[in-house]
């Protein structure tokens, strides 16, 4: 569906090959209301250290802002080194901050529920 697609991406590329990307969906806070979240941003190792990836993030931010959104959320594993980029540039980490847990129900239990 192009005209309410469930994501929206940027795409970094060299030589017509993909060496990052970004993908992200409008959201909703309870508290703040519209909100932005960066569901993955990647960018191939032999690219990393190349301001790529700060890039990619600040055009999901941008568009973030332009939306009126009032926050950006994303997930990062606690081993990823990104997660010292994230908190350089200003993000909190809720999980040591307010004590937030992620959880998930996946597909087969998500089917359970109804057996």
């Not at 309870?30 to 250290?49: A, N, P, Q």
């Not at 999901?60 to 959104?69: G, P, Y």
């Not at 926050?71 to 937030?100: M, Q, V």
């Amino acid at each position: 569906d192009t005209e309410n697609p469930l994501f929206k991406s940027f795409v970094a590329d060299r030589n017509n090959q993909v060496i990052g990307y970004a993908i992200y969906f409008n959201s909703y806070s309870t508290w703040l209301g519209k909100s932005t979240f960066l569901e993955d941003l990647y960018v191939d190792s032999k690219y990393r250290g190349q301001g790529i990836g700060r890039k990619l993030f600040l055009s999901v931010a941008k568009v973030a802002k332009q939306n009126k959104s009032k926050r950006l959320d994303l997930h990062c594993l606690a081993w990823n080194p990104a997660l010292e980029f994230y908190k350089k540039i200003g993000a909190t980490n809720i999980t040591e901050s307010e004590s937030w847990n992620y959880v998930r129900i996946n597909g087969c239990d998500l089917d359970k529920l109804f057996d």
